[in-house]
């Protein structure tokens, strides 16, 4: 089993709908989680780090769920700009080479 | 005010000859990192360091090293470069070392894309 597993898609979705991505790690002792937001030929950006009890920005939903050893991302009302890979990253407290882990992305295409 | 830079950002090159990519931060974090984008879009770290010093060293030929001259440059040399190093490389740089701090966000620069002939 990878150690962060991610739909990789594409979600093709129209604009103003909900959609929603899943992240599974495999290590029960991972610390910490995020979700980036990569475009096309550019650099991955934090989009949001993921608390234990759930946050929200604006349309942006992130979920843990340290049970099933998941998270999850619901994005609402879809933008034409939302279109982009979504990267799920775990970080473990250890200081070695595991600490670090991204998923392979799910990808995003908003369609008008 | 660019806060996590690389140069170049394009490398065209040949099978065989070494190149150099280098990274700066102007944000004055403790701890940069080299990741690996291949054409399947995975992104791999290859190395982190902290304070100029290696803290992360994942599984990748020795025809790759890092040098990180201070803590705000972090510089990726490669030796006889091969087919298989074309990919698009990002540096990095986050507050503390990942592992250390609850929240570390990192910040990456806008990536090198190597193709190698």
């Known amino acids: 089993r990878k150690e962060v597993e991610q739909d990789p898609g594409p979600f093709n979705v129209p604009e103003g709908a909900t959609v929603a991505f899943n992240c599974t790690y495999s290590n029960s002792a991972s610390q910490s989680f995020f979700w980036y937001r990569q475009d096309c030929r550019k650099e991955p950006k934090l989009l949001m780090s993921v608390y234990s009890s759930g946050n929200e920005d604006g349309r942006f939903t992130a979920q843990l769920n340290r049970a099933s050893q998941y998270i999850s991302l619901l994005i609402r009302d879809s933008k034409l700009s939302d279109s982009a890979t979504y990267l799920c990253?775990?970080?473990?407290?250890?200081?070695?080479?595991?600490?670090?882990?991204f998923g392979s992305g799910t990808r995003l295409q908003v369609q008008p | 005010d660019t806060a996590v830079s690389q140069t170049p950002k394009y490398l065209v090159t040949q099978m065989g000859n070494d190149k150099s990519i280098k990274c700066e931060q102007n944000l004055g974090h403790d701890t940069m990192y080299w990741y690996k984008q291949d054409s399947k879009k995975f992104l791999k770290i290859m190395f982190s360091y902290n304070n100029k010093e290696l803290i992360i060293n994942e599984t990748v030929p020795n025809r790759f090293s890092p040098k990180s001259p201070d803590k705000a440059h972090l510089n990726l040399h490669i030796n006889s470069l091969e087919l298989g190093d074309s990919a698009v490389y990002f540096c990095a740089s986050s507050q503390v070392p990942p592992g250390q701090g609850t929240y570390n966000e990192q910040f990456f620069g806008p990536g090198t894309r190597l193709t190698v002939l």
């Open positions: 990253v775990v970080n473990q407290r250890d200081t070695g080479r595991r600490a670090l882990t």
